[in-house]
């Protein structure tokens, strides 16, 4: 089976901007969690989608937003672009909520 | 609030044991699992205790005490290769999510 694949890889955006990363994972595995790593850092839950649902959201702005499409392919958005969002953004999917497959991450630079 | 606590850097010798630690304040969770995350790389499943007690993968060895509230991951016979962050976190089950340790760097020297 392929793999979780994260697009784009790198990303280098300017304050104020938008962006849109992509998350394909695992044949068959429904559910999709998105997280925000920074340097030293755990992992930050940003939200987890379930078919075409979320169903639990991390405590993050409302600028942080996601969907699920039907084919279980998920996206995050992340509008007004601050410096601080500079992140590697990571994507896992799962199919009974407990061991969560990892996608490789976008890395997202903000100047 | 819940949050798990894990020491930021561990070093042992290649070829010796380690053990890393997580401590949590948290309570209703199914299980405690392990990831490894190379520099540059994406966290790895390692373990999921569901259960108190040992669980053994080849060399490395996951435990969790509900009672102590403490969790640990116990890696043999190091290898240069086992250089990587390594977190546990716990699986909050009927929220869909999990909550995260900050990580342990572990350096393994020569």
């Known amino acids: 089976k392929a793999g979780v694949t994260q697009t784009p890889r790198y990303l280098i955006k300017t304050r104020g901007q938008q962006v849109t990363l992509s998350c394909s994972p695992i044949s068959g595995h429904r559910s999709v969690s998105w997280y925000q790593q920074t340097p030293g850092q755990g992992l930050q839950f940003l939200f987890e989608?379930?078919?075409?649902?979320?169903?639990n959201k991390g405590n993050f702005p409302g600028r942080f937003s996601g969907r699920q499409f039907s084919n279980s392919r998920s996206e995050m958005n992340v509008s007004t672009l601050e410096l601080g969002d500079s992140a590697l953004y990571l994507c896992a999917s799962s199919s009974q909520g407990d061991e969560q497959y990892f996608g490789p991450g976008t890395r997202l630079t903000v100047t | 609030g819940q949050s798990l606590e894990q020491p930021s850097e561990v070093t042992a010798v290649e070829g010796a044991i380690v053990q890393i630690n997580c401590t949590y304040q948290?309570?209703?969770?199914?299980?405690l699992s392990w990831y490894q995350q190379h520099d540059g790389g994406a966290p790895t499943f390692l373990s999921y205790?569901?259960l108190d007690g040992l669980e053994e993968t080849g060399r490395f060895s996951s435990f969790l005490s509900r009672s102590d509230s403490y969790g640990y991951l116990l890696l043999q016979e190091l290898q240069m290769k086992d250089s990587a962050s390594y977190f546990c976190?716990?699986?909050?089950?009927?929220?869909?999510?999990?909550?995260w340790g900050a990580g342990t760097k572990l350096i393994i020297k020569p």
């Open positions: 948290t309570s209703g969770f199914y299980g």
């Open positions: 205790n569901a």
């Open positions: 976190a716990v699986d909050m089950g009927s929220n869909y999510q999990l909550i």
């Open positions: 989608y379930f078919s075409e649902t979320q169903r």
